[in-house]
């Protein structure tokens, strides 16, 4: 087939792209880059920060152009669009999902997902009927009046993804979009992801730097210093079945060949149980689990060092979940498991260290309150202390949500009840009491 025509959704011919071209400091973010992606894949850009995997989501979505190259997208070469067509391309082509969601928090989840309808000119009664319809495939009607402040991570993510789906986009980007979630809230998101692909026939492009991700998508690009350095299909037999899946070791050899088991082990504890957390987080905690294993840190240590504030040198945890982590740890450590078996054993850990923390500490908190919470409820309510235990949400936006009403998604609690509420939990976070 020539050259420049191909039945690949979008395709990459000799990209190159530098930041700060011509100066000092210039960098080459991506260094003749060739590929293709097929029409309804699942593909992903796998990789540590920096290496170049969101440059080429902004080569793909129109936000920047390449210096040298070019990017096809159903044959049409982006580099020669004008600025009308870019804009055009950017509202019906694709869907982006963010990391930090990029909700506008003046406008309620319900505007934010009409929004982009209406730069269409669409009538304002078909905006309304589709972003209903939205909202009732993500199970977020209930938030559709609330406002981005309102809303835990989890929440934000979805009405992010609600936005990015709008104007119904062949090709939906998500640049990191389990970046600030714990771990129930990333699998969701990744589950939803894959629906998009499998159900509705989405092209879907994920940037990631975190390796239990891979297992959801078909194809994975291996991105290193700005270049692709290996292309890998995922087989289905490997998909996952709502458990963390097992191979992130694999990955992990493929971008640094010259790791050894220890290097391995940590960065796989860290992937497995530190899910949702930034890069930033994650290479931290790993120096930690590697001291650990070599017996530079003791075990009291080790949740010492995990509970101290980021800010401080440490990673920031509460102590409750720095105990959970460890002693997940510990237990691998003491039965001395090979690389390629850890991950069968932390299968079970990785959502373990909050959730089931989170349900004894609603039941604590509310030995307070004489009502009892419906399931939504108590759904609602778990979620939204998750967001809080991580510190994703404020104080004030906990109450808030608390106190909400329960037909727009809130708890539904009196004021003075939510506010009784939110102070047992900042004694138990200042404290270390354990809830029983």
């Avoid at 938030?143 to 104007?167: K, T």
């Avoid at 990333?186 to 159900?199: H, Q, S």
């Avoid at 291996?222 to 458990?243: L, N, Q, S």
Wanted: aromatic share 8%; with cysteine.
């Amino acid at each position: 087939m020539a050259k420049g025509f191909s039945d690949g959704i979008i395709r990459l011919e000799d990209v190159n792209f530098y930041y700060n071209k011509g100066m000092q400091n210039e960098m080459h973010a991506l260094t003749n880059i060739n590929l293709e992606i097929k029409r309804g894949e699942f593909a992903s850009f796998f990789g540590s920060s920096g290496c170049g995997k969101s440059t080429m989501l902004y080569m793909v979505s129109g936000i920047d152009q390449p210096h040298s190259g070019r990017v096809y997208v159903n044959n049409h070469d982006l580099t020669k669009f004008s600025a009308k067509q870019t804009a055009v391309y950017r509202q019906i082509g694709i869907g982006l999902i963010f990391q930090n969601f990029n909700l506008i928090p003046s406008l309620s989840v319900f505007d934010n997902i009409v929004l982009p309808m209406s730069f269409l000119g669409i009538s304002k009664e078909r905006r309304s009927q589709e972003a209903k319809k939205i909202l009732q495939y993500l199970d977020i009607s209930n938030l559709a009046n609330r406002l981005p402040y309102e809303l835990s991570g989890g929440q934000q993510q979805r009405v992010g993804i609600a936005r990015a789906l709008a104007n119904d986009p062949p090709i939906i980007l998500a640049d990191e979009p389990t970046g600030n979630l714990d771990s129930a809230n990333a699998t969701r998101t990744m589950e939803l992801l894959r629906d998009l692909n499998k159900n509705h026939g989405k092209t879907i492009i994920l940037v990631t730097h975190e390796a239990w991700c891979l297992r959801y998508v078909d194809r994975i690009f291996y991105m290193k210093d700005g270049t692709v350095i290996k292309t890998e299909e995922v087989k289905a037999e490997d998909m996952p079945t709502g458990e963390t899946g097992k191979g992130i070791d694999e990955h992990i050899k493929v971008l640094n060949p010259a790791a050894g088991k220890l290097d391995i082990l940590a960065e796989s504890f860290s992937s497995l149980l530190l899910r949702g957390y930034s890069r930033e987080e994650l290479k931290r905690a790993e120096y930690f689990f590697k001291r650990r294993i070599k017996n530079e840190l003791t075990y009291a240590k080790l949740i010492e060092e995990l509970d101290r504030p980021f800010r401080e040198g440490g990673l920031g945890l509460w102590k409750q979940k720095a105990k959970k982590i460890a002693d997940a740890v510990e237990e691998i450590i003491e039965e001395d498991f090979e690389v390629s078996l850890i991950h069968d054993k932390l299968k079970k850990h990785p959502n373990a260290p909050l959730s089931e923390e989170i349900e004894n500490i609603r039941r604590w908190l509310l030995e307070i309150y004489r009502g009892n919470l419906s399931p939504s409820q108590s759904d609602s309510m778990d979620e939204c202390l998750g967001e809080r235990l991580r510190g994703i949400i404020s104080n004030d936006s906990f109450v808030k949500v608390l106190s909400l009403p329960k037909r727009i998604g809130g708890i539904g609690f009196p004021i003075p009840t939510a506010l009784k509420i939110s102070d047992r939990l900042d004694m138990l976070l200042t404290t270390n009491v354990e809830p029983h």
